[in-house]
C-alpha cells in the first residue's frame, strides 16, 4: 500500500520474540542520531520516547481523519503524549488465550478446561496418557505471559488492576498475590522438562503435532495455525485462558514516528499513519496477524470465528470492567518496572524451590525499586 503511494518501505527488522533485542538497536540507532522513519513501540514506552524528543506529532493526520471517533479511549490514550497523537495502533490483540489440540483431547476424553481447577484435571489426565499438557517456551516474556493469565484468573479485573496498573502494594505484597505464584508454579508443573530457550512459535507447532494439548499465548498464536492452513473449530481450538471467561488483556501494536527533517521522510510517515488505520489494512493485516482490528467500527463478516470471538470480548469487557491492559507485554506498565517483574517471575518459574511468599515480598520490592 505504500508503494502503490510512491514511497519505498526499507524493512529494518530484529530478529527475537518479545521484542527486547530490537529496543536495543533501535535506542543505538536513535541516540546516534539515524532513528528509522516509524518503529513498532508499545504501551508506556510510547511515552518513555515522546518525553526524550525523539517522536513527532500526528495530530494533523488523526483530527483529518477522526481517529478519536475511531479508536477506543483506553487505546488513543496509550498512542498520545501531552493531547496529541505521536503514534498510531495497527490492532488488538487479546493475550489470555489458549490453543488446544482437539484431537489430543479426544483421545484422552477430556474438554477444554474453563478453570484452573479443571485445568489441572485435565492436565493430569494428559500427562498420564503420554502427552504434555502445556507448550511453553523458557524465556522471560514467555513465563510472564503465562503468570499475567494466572493473576488474571486468581486476582480478578479489579485487584490485576491495582497490582499491574496502579501498583497497590495492598494487592501486590498481599495472600491474594502469594495465591498468583501457588497457582503459576503449578500450572508450570505441567511444561516438558525441555521448554528452556524455546521460541514461542515452536511451542505452538506443538501443539499443532499433537505433542502438546494446550499452550497459554496471544492471539499472534492464531497466525501459525492459519500459516500451516488450519481451521478453528476443527483442527484447533481457541478458548478464553482457565479463569479468565468474559475477560481481556490487551496488547496493542504500534508504530511510532520519529522527528525527521526531510519532507519526504515526513509526508511518507503522515501517509503511512494514514494506511494503517484504512479499513482495507486493518482486514488484511489483522486477518494474517492473529490480532482484531483497532478501529471500532469495522465489519467482522470476513474474519474467522476466533477474531470473532475476540473482538466480542474486547468490546463486552469495554463496557463491564473486564478489559485491562496486559503488564507482560508492555501496556500496563514503564518497562522499568515491567523488567522487575519480568525478573521475579523467571526467577520464581526457575527456581528448585519455589517459595510463593518470600517470592510476593520480592516482587513488592522489585516494584517499589522502580516507581
Known amino acids: ?62 483530527d483529518n481523519q477522526n481517529w478519536d471517533q475511531l479508536i477506543p479511549p483506553m487505546i488513543s490514550d496509550v498512542m498520545k503524549y501531552e493531547g496529541q497523537y505521536v503514534a498510531v495502533p495497527v490492532n488488538v490483540h487479546r493475550v489470555n488465550w489458549l490453543w488446544v489440540n482437539p484431537d489430543v483431547m479426544d483421545k484422552v476424553g477430556v474438554k477444554v478446561p474453563t478453570t484452573l481447577d479443571e485445568f489441572f484435571e485435565v492436565a493430569d489426565k494428559l500427562k498420564a496418557e503420554g502427552y504434555i499438557p502445556l507448550a511453553h517456551g523458557g524465556q522471560p516474556w514467555q513465563d510472564a505471559t503465562v503468570f499475567d493469565a494466572v493473576a488474571l484468573a486468581e486476582l480478578g479485573p479489579e485487584d490485576y488492576r491495582k497490582a499491574f496498573v496502579e501498583h497497590d502494594m495492598d494487592v501486590i505484597n498481599s495472600k491474594k498475590m502469594e495465591r498468583v505464584f501457588a497457582q503459576f508454579d503449578k500450572v508450570m508443573s505441567y511444561v516438558d522438562d525441555n521448554a528452556a530457550g524455546r521460541d514461542w512459535n515452536t511451542a505452538t507447532g506443538m501443539v499443532m503435532e499433537g505433542e502438546a494439548a494446550m499452550q497459554i499465548m496471544g492471539d499472534w498464536a492464531k497466525a501459525e495455525f492459519t500459516a500451516a492452513g488450519q481451521t478453528p473449530g476443527e483442527d484447533y481450538l481457541c478458548a478464553p485462558a482457565p479463569g479468565t471467561s468474559g475477560d481481556f488483556t490487551f496488547n496493542v501494536d504500534s508504530f511510532a514516528m ?35 482490528p483497532v478501529r471500532t467500527d469495522m465489519d467482522m463478516g470476513d474474519f474467522d470465528s476466533c477474531a470473532q470471538a475476540s473482538m466480542d470480548t474486547f468490546q463486552s469487557s469495554s463496557d463491564d470492567g ?50
Open 1 to 62: 500500500m505504500m508503494e502503490d503511494q510512491g514511497h519505498t518501505w526499507k524493512d529494518f527488522a530484529v530478529a527475537g520474540g518479545g521484542g527486547e533485542a530490537a529496543m536495543t538497536v533501535l535506542k543505538s540507532r536513535a541516540v546516534s542520531g539515524n532513528p528509522p522513519a516509524a518503529a513498532q513501540i508499545k504501551g508506556l514506552e510510547i511515552r518513555e520516547w515522546a518525553e526524550l524528543g525523539f517522536l513527532t506529532s500526528l495530530e494533523g493526520v488523526a
Open 258 to 292: 520519529f522527528s525527521l527533517s526531510d519532507e519526504e521522510d515526513v509526508k511518507a510517515q503522515k501517509d503511512l499513519a494514514r494506511t494503517i488505520l484504512k479499513p482495507e489494512f486493518q482486514t488484511l493485516f489483522n486477518q494474517n496477524k492473529g490480532s482484531i
Open 322 to 371: 473486564g478489559l485491562v491492559p496486559s503488564f507482560s507485554h508492555g501496556l500496563a506498565t514503564t518497562s522499568h518496572i515491567q523488567g522487575q517483574i519480568f525478573d521475579v517471575v523467571t526467577n520464581f518459574a526457575n527456581s528448585d524451590n519455589p517459595d510463593p511468599a518470600k517470592t510476593t515480598d520480592q516482587l513488592a520490592s522489585a516494584i517499589q525499586s522502580a516507581m
